[in-house]
């Protein structure tokens, strides 16, 4: 079974600030690698597919990379909409599964 | 555009048997993955398993041995069974549509969510 591990767990940060988050997998990933922003109440939504291809509809600000078991999402410009957590995600042809999650927070 | 909805009680006793509907409009059900994700109060995600159209399944390991996912494909709905339930199966539970393939991947289309909670 795959463990995904994310770091940090909450991150402080201001509107223009460079936010990076890292995960982790627990053997190189033979599928791949997704990251989803979720919102208080709300369902998860798809930022970035394949480690880095950003999902249509996604701001460009969004990006990600990575390969193996070394993961990056970067937002170049945190903006006030930005403030959630985000979960990354690996699958391959009979699992999937989730980091424990980062939390964004306003600095 | 696809839209998902969850459906099916939001009380389950102890012990008993948890039962949900995923309904699918504004697409076809077939040719794709289609996956049960929950969500514990105040807690992360966790996969549940996925369903092909062919009824192919795979389940998470932890759950392995109380979950059973189906799929009808004459009504674009999959299901989903977890058997003999705890106070630590309260959750809100997701359906999506699973993408995860070689050129493609994650989940890009997801139910509201609904919240079951298991008591006695």
Redesign the interface.
């Known amino acids: 079974?795959i463990q995904m591990t994310q770091s940090p767990s909450t991150l402080s940060a201001s509107v223009g600030d460079r936010v990076t988050i890292s995960c982790r997998a627990s053997q190189s990933l033979s599928?791949?690698?997704?990251w989803?922003q979720?919102k208080p109440g709300k369902?998860?939504k798809?930022l970035?597919?394949?480690a880095s291809?950003l999902?249509s509809g996604v701001p460009s600000r969004f990006s990600g990379s990575g390969s193996g078991t070394e993961f990056t999402l970067t937002i170049s410009s945190l903006q006030p909409d930005d403030f959630a957590t985000y979960?990354c995600?690996q699958?391959?042809?009979?699992?999937?599964?989730?980091?424990?999650?980062t939390k964004v927070e306003i600095k | 555009q696809v839209q998902l909805q969850e459906s099916g009680p939001r009380l389950v006793k102890t012990s008993e048997t948890l039962s949900l509907t995923c309904t699918v409009s504004g697409g076809s059900i077939s040719t794709y993955f289609w996956s049960w994700i929950r969500q514990p109060p105040g807690k992360g995600l966790e996969w549940i398993g996925y369903v092909y159209d062919t009824g192919r399944t795979s389940y998470s390991p932890s759950l392995k041995s109380r979950v059973t996912i189906s799929v009808d494909t004459s009504k674009n709905q999959f299901s989903l069974n977890l058997s003999s339930v705890t106070a630590a199966d309260t959750a809100v539970y997701y359906c999506a549509r699973d993408l995860s393939g070689p050129f493609t991947g994650g989940f890009d289309f997801w139910g509201q969510g609904t919240p079951v909670t298991v008591s006695s």
């Open positions: 079974d599928g791949g690698l997704a989803y979720q369902a998860p798809l970035i597919y394949k291809s999902e979960y995600q699958y391959n042809s009979y699992s999937r599964t989730f980091g424990q999650g």
